[in-house]
């Protein structure tokens, strides 16, 4: 696995790549393995080149090959994260109905939590059902930074 940091609005991102894929979004203060290699490739400076115009409010949709892990149910609610479209939020209640589980609203919570490219996975447009805002890997100050980047938060 390579990996490189990009300096941009929200601090030092690290994004890492695997047989032509993304595999993982490191948000500020996450732990990065010791044994990664730290190098710029052709996809890494496209990935950090969309984040950085995502960030700056000129790119709304993500075009990057990304390695999703995980299992079927997994599979299926990062799968239905990546259909909220930009500037729009899903509750977890609602994701949970919309892939065929009324009742694993929690487990949305897990399979979101465990999404390893936030970001280009939006996992931070998913929301508690009362619209409040609820965990995220880079903390509830980041989502709610990410949200009003889209001018979502500000409607609740």
Known sequence: ?????????????????????????????????????ISETPL????????????????TVFSLPLATL???????????????????TATYKEIAIKIGSPKAARAVGLA??????PIFIPCHRVIGTNGTLTGYRGGIELKKKLLDLENIYSRY
């Open 70 to 88: 995980g299992t079927p149910f997994m599979q299926q609610v990062l799968a239905c994260v990546c259909e909220i479209p930009y500037g729009s």
């Open 112 to 117: 979101n939590q465990r999404n390893k490219v």
């Open 1 to 37: 696995m390579v990996m490189y940091f990009y300096e941009c609005e929200i601090d030092s991102i690290g994004i890492a790549e695997k047989a032509g894929k993304i595999t993982n979004v490191y948000l500020p203060n996450a732990s990065v393995p010791e044994d990664i290699q």
């Open 44 to 59: 890494l400076q496209e990935a950090g080149k969309q984040l950085k115009s995502y960030l700056a409010g000129t790119l």
